[in-house]
């Protein structure tokens, strides 16, 4: 507890946008965010006071920083599973805990668990060679998609094979000098119409708050535009979808956010992947919902009753900045004067990122009735901000 505030204090371990912005969303909670940060200059550092500079996977760092916690959360999903336990063996109160949280650390076993659940997930088996891969290629059909068990996101970690030809130099070649430390699961490509993220709170009481149902927009395996809700979706798809994620966030016992990234195959809503933290796929909710997901995190994890989900306009749309490749010399400081004297209505989120190719570097937000025009207005702020021209 903070004796200066009287309010409790929670820890986020990893300093990146999505504890800076749990840090925004704690400011008008009058709570204190304590943030394990592995450099002063990540985005959370330069803006919490109360940081300590540590490395995820050192146990000591971790247990040092949790003393300070009343509740102990994550900014990303890599913390060892141990450390977890020893966290919670020393006494710390961490939320989501290992044994669910290992379901958005492993694919494979994510598979297995909701496979086990009858939940709906596109065919996949194992693989540890190429004989494996071309097994379930010719039962399935070509292409297939390879994955990492662990650690893959933003496109990292997953090949698109098109034939047993091609299984091991691209698997191997992928994989670096030593393919055989990392572990393979292989998914039937999923013919896709569109993909889905269905975003739920859930407290430890037990008591679950949902978002609307969005579409997210991919490129080259990086989110570039959230819209919510999701256009054309019938109410019963996304209350099916809803109901999903509720059913997975209670089964898997998951404490604090839960997204689930959803296949749309036009048939059927398959489960793509988990994530148990704030999501890329619900910053739409920070001008768009009445209540962020930050501050639904901090609530959920602090075991407060859930704030209201609905949406503050008809529609929202999100869309990433990405670091720019075409080598303007404009300034980001530049980059903003135009882009807000283009776009005065939609918001800005920048987070404190160095500059690089690709990298997701902020995010903007725009509101309206007309979805083509929030789309365009959100895709030319996002320009700007990326490129230095609309």
């Given at each position: ?191 896709l119409v569109r993909e889905l993220a269905a975003v739920v709170a859930r407290s430890p009481f037990g008591q679950v708050a949902v978002y609307p149902v969005v579409e997210t927009v991919q490129e080259d395996g990086i989110c570039v535009e959230v819209i919510a809700p999701a256009p054309g979706l019938s109410d019963e798809r996304a209350v099916r ?150």
């Amino acid at each position: 507890m903070d004796t200066r505030t009287g309010l409790p204090v929670v820890g986020m371990i990893g300093g990146g946008q999505l504890a800076r912005m749990t840090h925004q969303a704690a400011i008008a909670l009058g709570q204190s965010l304590r943030v394990l940060a592995a450099s002063p200059d990540d985005g959370a550092a330069l803006v919490a006071a109360d940081t300590m500079i540590g490395a995820h996977t050192d146990l000591d760092a971790l247990l040092a920083f949790a003393k300070e916690c009343d509740v102990v959360t994550f900014d990303h999903e890599h913390v060892p599973g141990d450390h977890i336990r020893a966290l919670v063996a020393a006494g710390a109160v961490v939320r989501p805990g290992a044994d669910a949280l290992l379901h958005a650390q492993d694919k494979r076993v994510m598979r297995e668990r909701l496979s086990g659940l009858g939940v709906p997930v596109p065919r996949w088996a194992p693989v540890r060679s190429a004989d494996d891969l071309a097994e379930f290629g010719s039962r399935v059909g070509w292409p297939v998609v390879v994955k990492a068990e662990r650690g893959g996101y933003d496109g990292r970690g997953v090949w698109v094979v098109g034939s047993p030809a091609e299984a091991p130099s691209r698997t191997v070649a992928s994989l670096g000098d030593k393919p055989a430390a990392v572990n393979l699961i292989v998914e039937e490509k999923v013919p896709l119409v569109r993909e889905l993220a269905a975003v739920v709170a859930r407290s430890p009481f037990g008591q679950v708050a949902v978002y609307p149902v969005v579409e997210t927009v991919q490129e080259d395996g990086i989110c570039v535009e959230v819209i919510a809700p999701a256009p054309g979706l019938s109410d019963e798809r996304a209350v099916r979808a809803q109901n999903l994620a509720i059913r997975i966030a209670t089964e898997l016992d998951v404490v604090g956010l839960l997204a689930v990234e959803l296949f749309d195959t036009g048939v059927d809503l398959l489960v793509n992947e988990l994530a148990m933290r704030p999501h890329n796929s619900a910053h739409w909710t920070i001008e768009g919902a009445r209540t962020s997901q930050f501050e639904q995190h901090l609530r959920a994890v602090l075991d407060y009753p859930m704030g209201d989900t609905s949406l503050t306009a008809p529609v929202v749309v999100m869309a990433n900045v990405l670091g720019g490749t075409n080598g303007n010399p404009m300034t980001i400081d530049e980059r903003l004067h135009h882009m807000f004297a283009a776009e005065p209505g939609v918001k800005v989120h920048l987070y404190g990122k160095q500059v690089r190719p690709g990298r997701k570097i902020g995010h903007v937000t725009a509101l309206g009735d007309d979805l083509s025009s929030v789309r365009a207005s959100a895709a030319r702020a996002a320009k700007w901000l990326s490129e230095g021209f609309s």
